[in-house]
């Protein structure tokens, strides 16, 4: 069972989730332009033996809106959420943007990071501004939602729009999708379109820090994973006890069907090793 419930950083209400407290706890953190809901099947996996949580990210579902969208503001406020609210170690399991945001947990607060599992994160932003993204969906996945909310569209003309490229998908699917997108913020777009996302962060200086086990979770960068091959080589440079498991024939979607049980199998066998 989740509860969902809202934190005040003093700057910032974040929405968050929340299961019962079946063991010790787990902070999922969600990719960009996304609501915890749209990982209800990813952290529902392991709510049975673990105490959940998820955010909701800053713009993102019915978290507070800011002027201001950058990676640093986003670990910021969840660094607070998770020394203020849980108040205990954890262990992180961050998917996409929720990667680089587990990174800098993990160099910030170590005492508060058990362990952290990294899904697909965007190590391409390491090096590389949004346009070196248009050979994955991403790029015009990011496109398009900065676009409906510019223009405040209907939720139902969003929905036409994503019928448009996904002809076969189900109705109620899209419609889900387009309330996820018109949720979002579209000043949290436009930092990523205008390549401010990654500003006052540092990747490399945020790995190096890490001394707590790591899992790195990614597609193949011919299917669309925001981890390139030359990325690879990097992580390894910076975080040599990392653990790397490559999901073949998939991209960046890797934490939903039809890749997720496959993802989950390598996140659960790397959590066994840190009970």
Excluded at 25 to 48: C, N, Y
Excluded at 142 to 150: A, D, E, G, P
Excluded at 177 to 185: P, Y
Aim: hydrophobic residues 45%; negative net charge.
């Amino acid at each position: 069972m989740l509860t969902e419930k809202t934190f005040n950083t003093g700057e910032m209400i974040i929405n968050y989730a929340e299961s019962e407290k079946n063991g010790p706890p787990l902070l999922f953190l969600h990719g960009i332009t996304m609501k915890w809901q749209r990982m209800r099947d990813v952290f529902s996996a392991f709510t049975e033996g673990w105490h959940v949580y998820i955010c909701d990210f800053r713009g993102h579902g019915k978290s507070g809106r800011a002027s201001s969208y950058k990676v640093a503001d986003y670990i910021n406020d969840t660094k607070t959420f998770l020394t203020q609210q849980i108040n205990e170690p954890v262990i992180l399991i961050g998917y996409s943007l929720g990667g680089l945001v587990s990174m800098g947990l993990g160099s910030l607060v170590p005492d508060y990071v058990r362990g952290i599992v990294l899904i697909d994160p965007p190590l391409i932003s390491r090096n590389a501004g949004f346009e070196a993204m248009s050979y994955s969906f991403v790029h015009s996945w990011i496109l398009r939602t900065h676009r409906v909310n510019m223009q405040n569209l209907p939720i139902e003309d969003v929905a036409a729009i994503l019928k448009e490229a996904n002809p076969g998908a189900e109705d109620r699917a899209l419609l889900d999708t387009a309330k996820m997108l018109r949720s979002v913020d579209a000043g949290v777009t436009a930092a990523i379109i205008n390549d401010q996302l990654t500003a006052d962060f540092s990747m490399s200086s945020a790995l190096e820090a890490i001394t707590c086990p790591v899992l790195l979770l990614h597609g193949e960068e011919s299917a669309g994973s925001m981890v390139r091959d030359s990325d690879i080589d990097f992580f390894k440079a910076h975080v040599p006890h990392g653990k790397l498991e490559v999901i073949r024939g998939f991209g960046h979607e890797i934490v939903f069907q039809p890749a997720a049980d496959i993802c989950f199998g390598h996140i659960k066998e790397f959590l066994e090793t840190l009970v």
